[in-house]
């Protein structure tokens, strides 16, 4: 048997984990390596665990998370208003299948980012494909697509996404076009996919700052319902890492 030639084929066929995976056990004692059925069901599992690793990878590099946080770097306690079983709970991704949104509230650096980015960071995990966004930077992001005509083209995009982050809702005053394009977001993801939203303002205060009451009922209606709700409490976490810190 011409080893050489068979990790050559893996090569061409790109196949790197059953490659990395083969070329360890040639580096073992005969009596070491696995044979047969047994060697085979290894390479397989090789590649498949290897393309699994990329399609994460991938999925973490177009989710351009703001922060690079995991589920287990999520503080849960009482004074925090967020226990490891309703973490958990979300961190299983059902609400992912069933198209549900996460409204997570509480008061300037508590945290509400860093919950956001580590369930963003867990879809990934999951294979979900997740975008974060900026409030601000979405306004932007619209404003240039109806200029240069590819709003359509950004609004397909969103679309794609198992799964959207929207960071900072309620912090600047949101113009017409950016009301409607958010009604549109929500209306083509209802029920189907799914939207974490971060504020500093309370859901009760959202219809106000939406300063539209038709546009507010619809909004708020596909935004809301059966949304998991988490308002979080307590010391600001960049003060807390300043204490730390001294």
């Known amino acids: 048997m011409n080893t050489t030639q068979t990790l050559q084929q893996m090569q061409q066929l790109r196949l790197p984990g059953m490659y990395q995976a083969y070329r360890s056990q040639l ?43 995991t589920i287990e770097q999520v503080e849960c306690s009482q004074a925090r208003n967020i226990t490891k079983q309703q973490l958990a709970m979300l961190a299983e991704g059902r609400y992912l299948l069933q198209g549900e949104n996460i409204l997570i509230t509480g008061a300037t650096g508590c945290g509400k980012s860093h919950l956001a980015c580590a369930l ?63 009604l549109q977001l929500l209306e083509d993801r209802y029920g189907k996919k799914s939207v974490i939203v971060t504020s500093q303002l309370p859901v009760a205060k959202w219809h106000e700052y939406l300063n539209d009451p038709t546009l507010a009922d619809a909004t708020l209606d596909r935004l809301t319902a059966n949304a998991h709700r988490v308002e979080l409490k307590g010391e600001s976490l960049r003060r807390k890492k300043e204490k730390a810190n001294q």
């Open 27 to 69: 580096e073992l004692s005969m009596d070491q390596q696995l044979d047969g059925h047994e060697l085979i069901a290894h390479l397989l599992q090789s590649e498949e665990q290897n393309r699994s690793n990329e399609k994460t990878a991938l999925c973490l590099k177009l989710a351009k998370l703001r922060l690079p946080v």
């Open 120 to 182: 963003g960071h867990q879809a990934c995990l999951h294979g979900y494909k997740t975008i974060y966004l900026n409030m601000n930077r979405l306004a932007e992001k619209i404003t240039l697509a109806r200029l240069d005509g590819s709003y359509i083209k950004l609004l397909n995009q969103l679309e794609r996404q198992s799964l959207i982050i929207l960071d900072d809702f309620g912090l600047a005053p949101m113009t017409q076009d950016m009301r409607l394009t958010l």
